[in-house]
T-cell receptor, first 118, second 112 residues
Framework: AQKITQTQPGMFVQEKEAVTLDCTYD???????LFWYKQPSSGEMIFLIY????DQQNATEGRYSLNFQKARKSANLVISASQLGDSAMYFC???????????????WGLGTSLAVNP | DGGITQSPKYLFRKEGQNVTLSCEQN?????MYWYRQDPGQGLRLIYY???????QKGDIAEGYSVSREKKESFPLTVTSAQKNPTAFYLC???????????FGPGTRLTVL
């Protein structure tokens, strides 16, 4: 069963507008972490933001914020004030288990392609 | 210059040949991972290693082999047993102090 679902294969957004990329997950482990990565056309995978299942507040990193709705098992990425350089693939991932010392594998979604229009 | 390096960026091999992809890091991180990415797909875990001289199979280990003789290095060998080796290969590292994995620039392998 797929544990990470990204339902939007492709998204378009106008420069300077905000965009939300959807991610839903499935786990029976009460402790888990959720990640978003960006993959430009060059191929490198760039870490954006992390949310722990026990974190009280939604994670934010600059223009990135994570809309974490635990009861709905969703962890949507919000990019504010989109820039042309935000055009890339975006992947949601999950790791079961809580602590940073946990080196278990990440489970990946299939990604969403974001295009920012000038 | 710190970080994680993968070489080469592009690699071409003939069908039936084994090929070894390099992954090196100088950040002293314990955990290292190899992923495969096919077009339009997410990442799939091939092998990972949490300490030197130890490694575990991931979800798609068949046709691949690894070694972890040094903390800095985690080479991946794509053997002739791998039926569809053409793909983008990403190496990642992780510290026990942080949650996220950090990725190298990747190697695009094409088997002709």
């Amino acid at each position: 069963a797929q544990k990470i679902t990204q339902t939007q294969p492709g998204m378009f957004v106008q420069e300077k507008e905000a965009v939300t990329l959807d991610c839903t997950y499935d786990t029976s482990d009460p402790s888990y972490g959720l990640f978003w990565y960006k993959q430009p056309s060059s191929g490198e995978m760039i870490f954006l933001i992390y949310q722990g299942s026990y974190d009280q507040q939604n994670a934010t990193e600059g223009r990135y914020s994570l809309n974490f709705q635990k009861a709905r098992k969703s962890a949507n990425l919000v990019i504010s004030a989109s820039q042309l350089g935000d055009s890339a693939m975006y992947f949601c991932a999950m790791r079961e288990g809580r602590n940073a010392g946990n080196n278990r594998k990440l489970i990946w979604g299939l990604g969403t392609s974001l295009a920012v229009n000038p | 210059d710190g970080g994680i390096t993968q070489s080469p960026k592009y690699l071409f091999r003939k069908e039936g040949q084994n090929v070894t992809l390099s992954c090196e890091q100088n950040l002293n991180h314990d955990a290292m991972y190899w992923y495969r990415q096919d077009p339009g797909q997410g990442l799939r875990l091939i092998y990972y290693s949490q300490i030197v001289n130890d490694f575990q199979k991931g979800d798609i280990a068949e046709g691949y082999s690894v070694s972890r003789e040094k903390k800095e290095s985690f080479p991946l060998t794509v053997t002739s047993a791998q039926k569809n080796p053409t793909a983008f290969y990403l190496c990642a590292i992780k510290s026990s102090d942080t949650n996220e994995q950090f990725f190298g620039p990747g190697t695009r392998l094409t088997v002709l």
